[in-house]
């Protein structure tokens, strides 16, 4: 079936530093990624939506020019945390709708830890 | 206030024992509502899709049931095994791939 690549899987950075996740889809086109936060026995949040050479939708409340999201290719969407603070450590995933069937293929999520 | 409630929100369970999760949801229009399952540290994987018309979908030892006019689903897990200990998330879609609201998931804990 469909995947989507995430990596890094897990990141340790400084505070002030910035950190980049990509997502590729893997044998599929995906035109839209979605992109969420997860806390420690909390659920999914969505952050944004991204789309494939236009500008991401942020859900309310979360900081555009903080969490910089790139869709540059139909295989590719990133998200970059700039300026990390420890109240950004979370556990971050991608997904893109992949077929009736399949509904939304999520990335294996990365986990980020900001000292 | 969230638009899908699962319960319990946690539970723990003998292996080879069966159990069974509900979601209820309150999201308008309906399209679809899904079950995924999300180990540790992993992204979520689904596990059954349903429509207005579905009344029940299995796969394998998992077997989702939704009454659309309570606007109920549940899903049942059939002699539990240890790798079934994960999260178990209920979303439900308004149109094909519109809006969507996550449930906060039910976490299951299988011991030997």
């Known amino acids: 079936g469909a995947v989507v690549s995430q990596h890094p899987s897990w990141v340790i950075c400084k505070s002030g530093t910035s950190v980049k996740i990509e997502c590729r889809s893997l044998d599929f086109q995906a035109t839209t990624m979605f992109w969420y936060r997860q806390f420690p026995k909390q659920s999914l949040m969505l952050m944004a939506t991204s789309n494939e050479g236009s500008k991401a939708t942020y859900e309310q409340g979360v900081e555009k020019d903080k969490f910089l999201i790139n869709h540059a290719s139909l295989t590719l969407s990133t998200l970059t945390v700039t300026s990390a603070h420890p109240e950004d450590s979370s556990f971050y995933i991608c997904s893109a709708p992949t077929g009736w069937r399949e509904g939304y293929t999520f990335g294996s999520g990365t986990r980020l830890t900001v000292v | 206030k969230n638009q899908v409630e699962q319960s319990p929100q946690s539970l723990i369970i003998l292996e080879g024992k069966n159990c069974t999760l509900q979601?209820?949801?309150?999201?308008?229009?309906?399209?679809?509502l899904r079950w995924y399952k999300q180990d540790t540290g992993r992204g979520p994987v689904s596990l059954t899709i349903?429509?207005?018309?579905?009344n029940t979908k299995s796969n394998g030892r998992y077997t989702a049931t939704l009454d659309a006019d309570t606007k109920q689903s549940s899903l049942h897990i059939t002699a539990s095994q240890l790798s079934d200990s994960a999260s178990y998330i209920c979303?439900?879609?308004?149109?094909?791939?519109?809006?969507?609201?996550f449930g906060a998931g039910t976490q299951v804990v299988v011991t030997p």
């Open positions: 349903m429509t207005f018309s579905e």
């Open positions: 979601c209820n949801y309150t999201v308008s229009p309906f399209s679809n």
């Open positions: 979303v439900v879609t308004t149109d094909s791939w519109g809006k969507f609201q």
